[in-house]
Structures are given as structure tokens and as C-alpha cells.
């Protein structure tokens, strides 16, 4: 997963070619489901998957969001749970405190390689920011404890483990892939690196990244990405019958879905079912909202795991497991009634440790810490955003704000924009909305509470939409108990817009085009945050609902 320049990247999408092929609606199998891709339309990238009896987990990047390195569970392999993270804080320091100038954006935590071998689960990954691989090892992936291990003198870039009859090897790099032996339980290097593969420049672009490791009967095979010349991103599988090789290649998958014809499917797992099935799990790059997932069939040919239908991603598959919708929780809403976070919420960089859920029962409060600027505040607590278009909304009490502070909601990424409460010097209270730092809007606030919501637009599916676009909404209330919402008739504010509940304006309004960068490299993400002068600020729910 390595960082290429903006330009680059639209220079390599401009031409895009992509086989010709008819597909066939699947059928759906006996005992099985047909899903629909995305499995999950929302930012899910540089996945590894693994199965343990009919349990499946898949662990993600999220880069610089704590706790990192998220742990989900599926029966279906469609349907994921978040269960648990790695590690709550990677390292202590000036970069996850966000001190000296420092941060860990578009660094972090990338692409972890997810095993497991008697009894044991190991999980290694690279962070940008601390130019170090990290090897965590637990016995329970729900509970922990986590037991680490530092490679101070190693990069496993886009890393992925083999356990392979008692030795455990790694596979990383990007354009030369490099093989290493690990002692068995991963705590040392024991053979230096070296080049097993060296895959062939194509014109500009990726070059062999993202392996993911496998010994499946006589062969072992290499799946990377790759980015060839006047084409889109695609999927290629080395394999060899010796760990060493030589290698021998094919082209296994190429293609895009949902319109989105310059974002090639490409980087991902295979996994096989109980009953012998397989399957791949391979992000497509989505805009805004990130990178989403699909999960497309494998099939056996002349023993290479062709993906989709003949190498061409399918938008419709069939399942050949029970489906289980229960598992879905990779986002929520909240009612803060627990005294711990929910799962879903990570926190920009470290967590700030002084927030609360029990010092206003029912309300999550959360304290300033002196910085003025998104990029910079500790304690901004966010969650995924949800396409094809989703709707954040929070109820916010700003009593506890002094002057010189500000609280509310924001679209997070680099190119960001917020809504919320500001307190002058004087001590008055108004609604603002920020791009970036510049102010674009403000009007008095007279009411003790206030509803803040952010409408996000990712795939239009409507007349007036704009795609990866979002609207900034506001309601003033008495009362925690006075209905408002949406859905209870309340007059919303757009930028100046008055609006009736459920009738979306198409008037001119403030509208944030939102972009995705790569210094951040993570699609946008709902905050909660509270800036400036030592204050606080107390939100009673946050809804997100997709619509």
C-alpha cells in the first residue's frame, strides 16, 4: 500500500481498459444466500481474512485512528462484527499525542497480515510513522491479551505470515517481493530478506504490493496487486512449487463495479468455506467513503484461484453459507447509555483519557484541550461513514462551553468541514460552519440545546444529488425530550435554508465537495469534537442512518 502522489494517481485512471464479458445472474445455492457487493459500503481497506472452524475474522487498516487495528467476526463472510482491536495505543509519544507538529496522518498502522496456527493468533504489520513492523500475538482475538514484538530494524511492507510445516515465513514488499523466515512464534528474524520475485514495470504505477501468502496443495502462490500501463488496477497470482521459486504468473482478476470505471478491484484475501468453496475479498477504492470491500467466488483453473465470473468482478454472488445478518456492526448509533465506548468509535490519534460517559448519565462529554484546529485537537471521537448516502445527526447541550471554545460535529478528513457551536469573548453563543479553519457561516443560537447534522452523499441515487458531497444541517431545542429530528417536523437551518423535516432543499446551500486524499488515506468519517478554551461539551445520542 504505497503512497503515490494525487497526480499520479489520475494520470494512471485516465485510461482504462476492462474485458469484455456478460454475466450471468447467479443462482442462489441451496442453504446459501446471494449477496450484493459492496459487502459493506464503507471503509474496510487492505483486508486479510482468515477462518477458524466456521468463524471467520478479518482484520483492517486504519492507520492513525485509536484504537488501532480492528478485529471483525463473520458467519457469512458478508456480514461483519467488529469484536475487538489489536492495541489501544501503538506508541506513546510526541505522533499519537499530537504534540511538536507531529502526527500519524496517511501513516499508522498498514495492511496487517492475520494468521493462526495451534491456538495461537499472530498479526504483523508495518507503521509509516514509526518506521518499524510490529508482531502482536494473543490466544483470544476477542479478549487478549495481546503479547507484541518490535522489529526495530525491519519494514514488512504489506506483509503476509505462511505457516508452512513447522517454519513461519513472511512475503513482503512492493515491485521486489522479498521472503524471510521468522523463528516459529514470530519473535525474531532468522534468515535475512530476500528477493523471491521481482514483478515487471508495466508503464507508471503499482508494481506487485498487498501479497497475501499461501501454501494450497503442491503450490505456493503470491497474490498481489499491480497497476499495468493504459490500464486499471488488477489482481495477479504468482505460484511455485518450491518457497524459494521460480514463480510463474496470471492475471486473475480486472475490472471495476458501480460505475466507478478508473477504481480496478484489486488487493485482498482468499478464504476457503468448510465445505471447500472460496472465496476473495478484494477493495475497490470508492471516493470519499474510502475503500469498500467486495467478495467475489474463486474458482479452481488448471490450479489457479481465477476471481469473479472468468477474472471479472461480479456485483451479485452467490453464497454458499447460511446467511447471518446479526453480524452487521462495523457502524452504529448510540445512545451513550453504556459506560464504555462502543466498538465502532475510534478516536483521532490517541484517546485523550479525560472524556466521560458516566459524569452526565445517558451523555458523552467531551473536553477541549487548548488546540484551535481539527488537524490538531486531541479527543475528536469518529466513526465510518455509510454510502450510497448516509445522515449523522447528534443532540448537543453547549452549557458547558467557555468563551473562546467551540463544539459540534465535522466531516473528518483533510480537506474537513464541521458544524457546530462556537462562544465568543463576550460570551455568546453561535452556530457555525467551517471549512477547513475558514468560517462560512454564522447565526446567533438562542436555545439551550441544539441538533447538528451532516447529510453525506456518496453514489447519487436521486435527481439533484452530487456525488461524495456534504450538507450541513441545524435545529435549535428546548428540551432533550422535545421530539425535533428529522423525522419529528422540526425547522432545520442549511447554511441560512430553512427547512421542513423530510423535505431535502435543492436550494443553494452551503455543500462541502469532499475529496479523498492521500495524506490521510482513509475515507471520511463523522466526529465528535470540542476545540479551544479548556471547556465541554455533552452529546446525548448520535444517530447514523443510511437512506
Known amino acids: 500500500?504505497?503512497?503515490?502522489?494525487?497526480?499520479?494517481?489520475?494520470?494512471?485512471?485516465?485510461?482504462?481498459?476492462?474485458?469484455?464479458?456478460?454475466?450471468?445472474?447467479?443462482?442462489?445455492?441451496?442453504?446459501?444466500?446471494?449477496?450484493?457487493?459492496?459487502?459493506?459500503?464503507?471503509?474496510?481497506?487492505?483486508?486479510?481474512?482468515?477462518?477458524?472452524?466456521?468463524?471467520?475474522?478479518?482484520?483492517?487498516?486504519?492507520?492513525?485512528?485509536?484504537?488501532?487495528?480492528?478485529?471483525?467476526?463473520?458467519?457469512?463472510?458478508?456480514?461483519?462484527?467488529?469484536?475487538?482491536?489489536?492495541?489501544?495505543?501503538?506508541?506513546?509519544?510526541?505522533?499519537?499525542?499530537?504534540?511538536?507538529?507531529?502526527?500519524?496522518?496517511?501513516?499508522?498502522?498498514?495492511?496487517?497480515?492475520?494468521r493462526y496456527s495451534d491456538g495461537v493468533y499472530y498479526a504483523l504489520f508495518v507503521a509509516n510513522d514509526q518506521k518499524k513492523s510490529y508482531m502482536y500475538r494473543t490466544r483470544d482475538l476477542v479478549n487478549g491479551p495481546w503479547e507484541r514484538t518490535v522489529f526495530e530494524d525491519y519494514f514488512f511492507h504489506d506483509?503476509?505470515?505462511?505457516?508452512?510445516?513447522?517454519?513461519?515465513?513472511?512475503?513482503?514488499?512492493?515491485?521486489?517481493?522479498?521472503?524471510?523466515?521468522?523463528?516459529?512464534?514470530?519473535?525474531?528474524?532468522?534468515?535475512?530478506?530476500?528477493?523471491?520475485?521481482?514483478?515487471?514495470?508495466r508503464g507508471m504505477g503499482l508494481r506487485a504490493e498487498g501479497a497475501h501468502f499461501y501454501k494450497i496443495g503442491e503450490y505456493y502462490y503470491i497474490i498481489e496487486i499491480d497497476w499495468p500501463k493504459r490500464g486499471i488496477r488488477q489482481v495477479t497470482c504468482w505460484r511455485s512449487k518450491s518457497v524459494d521459486g521460480p514463480y510463474e504468473s496470471k492475471e486473475v482478476l480486472r475490472g471495476t463495479l458501480d460505475g466507478r470505471s478508473r477504481d480496478g478491484i484489486a488487493q485482498g484475501p482468499i478464504v476457503d468455506t468448510p465445505a471447500g468453496d472460496w472465496y476473495a475479498i478484494q477493495f475497490q477504492d470508492h471516493g470519499a467513503v474510502g475503500r469498500i470491500p467486495t467478495l467475489q467466488p474463486v474458482s479452481w483453473e488448471d490450479g489457479w484461484p481465477v476471481m469473479g465470473y472468468k477474472g471479472v468482478p461480479m456485483q451479485k454472488v452467490a453464497v454458499t453459507l447460511p446467511e447471518d445478518t446479526a453480524g452487521d456492526y462495523v457502524w452504529s448509533s448510540d445512545d451513550f447509555s453504556s459506560d464504555k465506548l462502543a466498538l465502532v468509535w475510534q478516536w483521532n490519534h490517541r484517546d485523550p483519557g479525560d472524556w466521560s460517559l458516566t459524569e452526565r448519565p445517558g451523555w458523552l462529554r467531551l473536553r477541549s484541550h487548548g488546540q484551535d484546529t481539527l488537524s490538531r485537537a486531541l479527543g475528536t471521537l469518529t466513526q465510518r461513514t455509510v454510502g450510497p448516502r448516509c445522515i449523522s445527526e447528534v443532540l448537543m447541550d453547549p452549557s458547558g462551553l467557555q468563551p473562546g471554545s467551540e463544539a459540534g460535529i465535522c466531516a473528518f478528513q483533510s480537506n474537513s468541514a464541521r458544524i457546530g457551536v462556537s462562544v465568543s469573548q463576550d460570551g455568546f453563543r453561535h452556530i457555525v460552519i467551517r471549512e477547513g479553519e475558514k468560517e462560512v457561516y454564522r447565526q446567533p443560537l438562542d436555545s439551550p440545546l441544539v441538533r447538528l447534522l451532516i447529510k453525506y452523499v456518496f453514489t447519487p441515487v436521486e435527481d439533484g444529488d452530487q456525488t461524495d458531497t456534504a450538507r450541513f444541517f441545524w435545529s435549535e431545542c428546548s428540551s432533550a425530550d422535545d421530539g425535533g429530528g428529522f423525522d419529528a417536523g422540526c425547522a432545520y437551518e442549511v447554511a441560512g435554508v430553512s427547512e421542513a423535516a423530510g423535505a431535502w432543499s435543492t436550494k443553494p446551500s452551503y455543500c462541502l465537495q469532499m475529496t479523498y486524499t492521500l495524506d490521510y488515506f482513509t475515507g471520511y468519517r463523522t466526529g465528535l469534537y470540542c476545540l479551544g478554551a479548556p471547556s465541554h461539551a455533552d452529546f446525548d445520542y448520535f444517530h447514523q442512518q443510511v437512506y
Open 159 to 201: 506483509p503476509s505470515l505462511l505457516f508452512d510445516d513447522g517454519r513461519l515465513w513472511v512475503v513482503y514488499g512492493n515491485g521486489d517481493l522479498k521472503l524471510a523466515e521468522l523463528s516459529p512464534d514470530g519473535s525474531r528474524v532468522i534468515s535475512e530478506p530476500r528477493v523471491i520475485l521481482n514483478a515487471p514495470r
Open 1 to 114: 500500500m504505497k503512497k503515490l502522489p494525487v497526480l499520479l494517481f489520475v494520470a494512471l485512471a485516465i485510461s482504462c481498459s476492462e474485458p469484455s464479458v456478460t454475466i450471468p445472474d447467479p443462482v442462489c445455492p441451496e442453504g446459501g444466500f446471494i449477496a450484493t457487493n459492496p459487502m459493506t459500503y464503507t471503509d474496510i481497506p487492505d483486508n486479510d481474512v482468515i477462518r477458524v472452524g466456521d468463524d471467520y475474522y478479518m482484520v483492517s487498516t486504519t492507520m492513525y485512528f485509536c484504537p488501532g487495528a480492528p478485529i471483525m467476526h463473520s458467519r457469512d463472510l458478508v456480514h461483519w462484527r467488529i469484536v475487538s482491536y489489536i492495541y489501544d495505543l501503538l506508541e506513546d509519544d510526541d505522533v499519537y499525542s499530537l504534540r511538536g507538529g507531529k502526527d500519524a496522518y496517511g501513516a499508522g498502522q498498514w495492511a496487517t497480515s492475520l
